[in-house]
């Protein structure tokens, strides 16, 4: 079956302050990791698809990575707004029609100090 | 334009209840999905549309049902509510096939009492 861990399940950080997240995934075959950001009431949004590893996608302060068991989301001087949860996800099952069906981490819970 | 849209927001039902929660995903989007996350933890699938054809079921009981109709929208029903069925139920839609960019409603939140 397969596994996805995150870690650590909550990290506070003061602003400006850059770190990792870590989501290690035990799957055969891997077709594809996702990272999807997640507020306090809201669906979960997405951010990034990595395929292959030592690939590496980019968008604002946030640097996501690829190895073959593990992906990193970096956060470089973070800021208040960034204070979210992260969820990783990987494809469990294809049914060979529409989207994956995804099996999610339990995400880390990303706090943000001013 | 407009995103996923899911009704009721907020529900409350008593246990043996049933309850109908309503999906509505982004024009163009031919397939859904539903996922219920119990807090603290990662959405966990239960079920994925697609042209109307029910197309994957996660591991959940008999309870749980659910259908796509022409216009794409769907409709998730649960019978005989648990306590333990108290969750936010998200439902995704999404554009294309062989992705896992899920476009996410913000979620039905169910409390069983």
């Known amino acids: 079956e397969d596994q996805v861990t995150q870690s650590p399940e909550a990290l506070r950080l003061q602003e400006g302050e850059s770190s990792s997240l870590n989501c290690s995934y035990t799957?055969?075959?891997?077709?594809?990791l996702f990272w999807y950001r997640q507020d306090p009431g809201k669906g979960p949004e997405f951010l990034f698809t990595l395929y292959s590893a030592g690939e590496e996608k980019e968008k604002e302060r946030l640097k996501a990575t690829l190895t073959k068991k593990e992906s990193f989301l970096h956060i470089t001087a973070p800021k208040p707004e960034d204070s979210a949860t992260y969820l990783c996800a990987v494809p469990d099952a294809y049914s060979g029609a529409g989207s994956y069906q995804l099996t999610f981490g339990k995400g880390t819970k990303l706090s943000v100090i001013p | 334009d407009a995103g996923v849209t899911q009704s009721p927001t907020h529900l409350i039902k008593t246990r043996g209840q049933h309850v109908t929660l309503r999906c509505s995903p982004i024009s163009g989007h031919k397939s859904v999905s539903w996922y219920q996350q119990v807090l603290g933890q990662g959405p966990q699938f239960i079920f994925q549309y697609y042209e109307k054809e029910e197309r994957g079921r996660g591991n959940f009981p008999d309870r749980f049902s659910a259908r796509q109709f022409p216009n794409y929208s769907s409709e998730l029903n649960v019978n005989a509510l648990l306590l333990g069925d108290s969750a936010l139920y998200l439902c995704?839609?999404?554009?294309?096939?062989?992705?896992?960019?899920?476009?996410f409603g913000e979620g039905s939140r169910l409390t069983v009492l």
């Open positions: 995704a839609s999404s554009l294309g096939r062989l992705t896992g960019e899920l476009f």
């Open positions: 799957v055969s075959g891997l077709r594809g």
